[in-house]
């Protein structure tokens, strides 16, 4: 049972350390917070023209936070562990903006609005227009804290998370982000109801939410990138231009931690992910591309023949 | 039962238009293929130093063809199931070359071999230093034709197949080439037990191989990358640097297929495969980045709400 | 005569729009800045050691500002001449930094300090390992005004100016930036005494000095990035990586320009500048790359034949 | 005066070492040859439509050669001299091709001819429609030698030269070249009568011509990428994707320069391009970017002080 609640409307539009908390929480509770889409609900119908719509919005992809956690301070890891994700709408938004998006054939990159129906009791998505029925695979875009220094986009992923748009960052997975700031300030919102690997379009099933966390501090433990461990995978991301540094980072955070926590040395641990390391693309379409490396812990144990 | 056994050592290291096939094939027939490594098997033991062994070479990654398909013609696309891969040796190399793989961090860019035994009757490889054990999925490294005009080195991967690195070149999976010359031109080699995504020290479990292969043709259809379908995905492969650009190539090359066999429009293809598309990295270390964009056939049936 | 002198050393390390200004100017007076350093003066003889020397430093690249000039709001263009640049020490510094540089060759990105002495009357730079002389060629690598929301690391360089290092922010040459903010809160600092177009090793003829500007506001006047007027050339300059898209930018600004003031259509200026643009580039080391389109004034005029 | 006129008129569309050569040529004779223009002349007029005047053609850059020097062979490098180019023709040919060339905006990517007459006895170069005249500087765009094992198509730059773009290889400056075959197999074309830098819009001032050079053998000198010489400056071309990658190895080509011809260290040299070192950008456009990176021969001089 969640005891804080935040459903704070004063939405931001950079990871700062230059606001005030909107909430302050200590480690182990359960907390509940709700989000706005990437468009801030501007977006409703497949009538809708994303130009028009978003006319006199400056600034898009609002984030709640920053959330203050207790005891967290620089050199620290913030631990989130994603306990639920309950989506608010009954429907999805998807569109084609202008020259926006992985791919810019003409035709594809003029404006369209795809709106995504909540069915089969919130479980799958579907469009009316191609007939197709998907699963709902709800996750954050965006998850990240305050850099130490710079104030950025939430447009724009990086070492501090962020808009990464990276479909682990789900529930029953825990996520790590390095911590810059006293009490972390960590920001999230532009949950996904859906998004393939690499956001296409550049735009997913956006979808308002509520979700509950529970954050928790490592205390003296450094991180350079964010890191994700599901049941059974362990994951780093890296986010950056071209895609493949953002390759590179993200097999070099997760060599770290194999020698950090498993025993391997950088050789061994670069030999192994060499032949069973996973490797997907999360997006193709911010401002830098974020790139997920992964090893199935089955093959962290060590066996004797 | 396959009718034909190639088994020449007259290697290529240039995927060529110009040379001589070296067997004729009809559609339709088994035919089995013996494959060489990467390294035509100069690399033995933990003890060799890879630039020792490989001095007096002057080219690697050796192809077995071409092989002549009757009736292939430019503009018609050949079709390759992969029946079976047989590893013909007790052991896979892998080593670390000098200035070579994807990271090229202090001390991860000297030389060093490795060598993982097959056990579990061939199921599972081993290596000794670091003590794990990882299944055996047996993949071709490179499989192409010969380009139109030009002949490319078997390094490369690229519209024509090549060193794609891409672990769905696999058993079970069928694979789709464009034709530009008579009889396509096919070439096969590079055998690996074992690959991560991304190939990030940049040499897999290289192997010796038998496989079995059946080839059709697909007169007048006309793709422009490789595809692949297995039991469950239909998946287009693109190469080039930097990374993001393989990764449209990929998508671009699965819209087209989208609209050509499952009734899709641009518009609709390009919506859906944002929702649902899987993006992985098959190769980050060869002289193009591969990158394999796929969906669930189950997400391109219509269903009526 | 410059009325006002800043001579302030609460330097900055984001440009940044959430602090004081260190001073209020009126556009059209001269005004004279004092400028530290790119490494606030640690490294200072061929014995140190950066690592050692820098051991204690969080941030590099230090700032003098922001300024804040009367009468400038967003949406505006801020103007600034280049008057004058003294260089106020006997030495400029360079240095080899471990993994850091456009190149990293084994051995050339241990550490190693590089002095080069100002001679000939501060007109030429002597290094006396090398025993080469080159001419003094002072600019600013690093000139801007804070973004709108976010604050930005000294080391990058983007739409707002930056940590650009491009050998044209020099004297003589009229500067030209986006005014995000009311007051346009300019920064600088990071004068070269010398550097190479790309800033191949990563660290240019670093020194302190003191200069003379002129700011102007041009109300109303919008521009995207960074533009330059010299005697003959007008020039754009875009950041971004891969650095292809960096000149993508720089060529489309310039084009943008031309349409704008000098009566081009935009399929004019793009012909035109096919034909007799210039490109270099500025840095290649920086976190992102820095190029600079340019074309001759004598190459804009009409002629009649 | 030139003893050899090679008019052959077997256009090649790939540097390949699988054809005959078209002529012969001992080291030192000045030898004349004529070029077709990068689209064998069939575009002719402002009305003409590229991808009508084009319909029939499947390959672009038709290249004379390849032309035998005596006693060439691998491990060697081609010295050629560019004594003289001279434009058979009294207008260039530029165009807009779709979904060509360095900017794809809206409208810029559509087709369009654009013809520049020459005019000023051959020494200006002007076009009706935006009323300016610049001058005539012709240079080769494509200029290259067989490689090793493969065929390339020639609309790419290699090691091998091929379609770098580059203004400098220009009347009175000298190319050098790896030779990778017995007579190396030179192949030339694509005369341009005038280039901006990054060739912009994909297409220069496209012109046939008639070329007087001479060609040398240096024996046992082994370059990796081509270099030119000026009078002034010595220069390396870099081609690849992305564009960083092409800047890193022509700086590392002409380090190699310094430290084979002129006593650096790879130190010393590394530090000196730092400072004083040119970069501007050949082509952003073709299959692979090429970048020049050069140096002012005056800043080769040992100074004692």
């Known amino acids: 049972m969640a005891n804080i609640i935040i459903k704070n409307e004063d939405y931001k539009y950079v990871f700062s350390p230059y606001v005030e908390p909107v909430a302050r929480v200590a480690p182990g509770e359960e907390v509940i917070i709700y989000t706005e889409d990437a468009f801030k609900s501007r977006i409703k119908t497949s009538e809708d023209i994303p130009s028009k719509a978003l006319a006199a919005v400056k600034f898009l992809n609002p984030q709640t936070g920053p959330v203050y956690i207790e005891g967290a301070a620089p050199g620290d890891t913030l631990k989130i562990e994603i306990i639920e994700i309950e989506l608010t709408r009954d429907y999805a938004v998807s569109c084609f903006l202008k020259n926006f ?3 810019t054939i003409e035709g594809l990159t003029g404006e369209k609005v795809w709106i995504w129906k909540l069915v089969d009791n919130k479980k799958s998505l579907y469009n009316e227009e191609i007939k197709i029925k998907i699963p709902v695979r709800p996750f954050f875009g965006t998850f990240g804290v305050a850099p130490e220094l710079e104030a950025i986009s ?3 992923p990086g070492p501090f998370g962020g808009n990464m748009d990276v479909p682990d960052i789900a529930p029953g997975n825990t996520v790590f ?5 006293e009490g972390a300030l960590f920001y999230i919102g532009d949950c996904h109801a859906a998004q393939g690997e690499g956001e296409l379009g550049g735009v997913a099933c956006e979808i308002t939410a509520k979700t509950t966390l529970k954050f928790d501090v490592i205390k003296g433990k450094k991180i350079s ?3 994700i461990e599901s049941k059974d995978r362990i994951m780093a991301v890296g986010s950056a231009r071209p895609m493949e540094d953002a390759a590179r980072i993200a097999y070099a955070e997760l060599i770290a931690w194999l020698v950090e926590d498993y025993e ?3 050789e061994g641990a670069y030999q192994l992910l060499t032949q069973v390391g996973g490797l997907y693309v999360g997006n193709m379409v911010d401002t830098s591309y974020s790139l997920v490396a992964s ?3 089955k093959y962290l144990r060590r066996v004797e023949i």
């Open 264 to 266: 391997f040395t950088i």
């Open 225 to 227: 990138w964010p890191r």
């Open 177 to 181: 982000l390095p911590v810059y700031n």
């Open 154 to 156: 939430t447009m724009a």
């Open 295 to 297: 090893v199935h812990k």
């Open 101 to 103: 998006g992985g791919l």
